[in-house]
């Protein structure tokens, strides 16, 4: 009996210290030209610890996390104006990111702001899990949405379209949402920037290489830089080509504009230490895929 009670104990102890799969800091903060009083500052503090515990405590998987295998992620909610009693309406920048293999180096998954954040709010009340992914409100509608998206490119990056699942569930809640007539979620809004397409340009057959360059890039690119540092390079080099060939189908792209605007930096910084040869290729590429930024790139070759 006694041995029994023990395994128990250490049953339990074990499995209270499994983590949900986000580990997400949220910030939700007013811009300097609206003027908020004191009820309002403590209405934005419930809502970020809201936002923060809904994202965290909720099991948006299957799989088994560990405390230190938990998905880091960043929600910045700006409110820019108060239209109703308990409306707020801003924008929403969402970050994410993931270890590089064998090092302290942390590389960026996803670095998206969404511009459609209108949202209901009242105090003390929680923040609940879709049902089905049928829509409710538009706050947890957003919210789920960006926790799919997060978890599918995570995903991505260690297996070759690893992330289908949770880009589905993303999808799922994008078409329930689409009639609601809240901004970001209908195909016949003129975007072609919302929610609606980010999901579904990355389930369609066109934009395949690019997510095959999610995994190239990061799981035989980047980690192994550890141990071959030109090998990884050349690599992420060969997986950028993939840009060109959606270039070509879908110029100026929503979701190739959201990988080079989270990469921009990290490649400028990689390709600078790079041979000459693969400097210029580099360079072409993102020149191409990305002029309006050219002059960034062109940084590489100084």
């Not at 300097?32 to 500052?41: C, D, F, N, S, W």
């Not at 308990?86 to 960026?108: A, E, L």
């Not at 230490?273 to 930024?293: F, T, Y």
Request: a neutral charge; proline letters at 3%.
């Amino acid at each position: 009996m006694k041995n029994l009670i023990l395994f128990l104990t250490l049953f339990i102890a074990l499995n209270t210290i499994r983590a949900q799969e986000l580990n997400c800091q949220v910030s939700v903060i007013p811009t300097p030209a609206l003027q908020i009083g004191p009820v309002e500052k403590e209405i934005f503090t419930e809502m970020e610890n809201s936002i923060r515990e809904f994202m965290n405590n909720t099991r948006w998987t299957n799989d088994i996390f560990e405390i230190e295998e938990r998905v880091n992620c960043n929600l910045l909610i700006t409110i820019s104006d108060i239209p109703g009693t308990s409306t707020y309406s801003g924008k929403i920048q969402v970050q994410s990111s993931r270890p590089v293999f064998n090092s302290s180096y942390n590389t960026t998954l996803l670095n998206h702001v969404d511009n459609d954040f209108t949202v209901n709010y009242l105090r003390s009340t929680p923040i609940l899990p879709l049902s089905n992914f049928q829509y409710r409100d538009n706050m947890t509608a957003i919210l789920s949405f960006y926790a799919y998206m997060i978890l599918g490119y995570d995903y991505d990056s260690f297996s070759l379209e690893g992330g289908s699942d949770f880009f589905k569930n993303a999808q799922q809640i994008a078409n329930n949402a689409k009639d609601s007539g809240d901004n970001g979620w209908s195909a016949r809004s003129g975007k072609q920037n919302n929610r609606y397409y980010m999901v579904d340009n990355v389930l369609q057959s066109v934009f395949q290489p690019l997510r095959k360059t999610y995994y190239e890039y990061h799981r035989l690119g980047f980690d192994v830089m550890y141990k071959d540092l030109a090998g990884g390079r050349s690599v992420v080099l060969q997986s950028l080509s993939a840009l060109n060939t959606i270039h070509s189908a879908r110029p100026a792209s929503m979701n190739v504009q959201m990988f080079l605007t989270a990469k921009a930096d990290e490649l400028i910084n990689l390709f600078s230490q790079a041979e000459m040869k693969e400097k210029n290729q580099a360079v072409n590429i993102l020149k191409r895929v990305d002029p309006s930024n050219s002059s960034n790139y062109q940084k590489i070759l100084n």
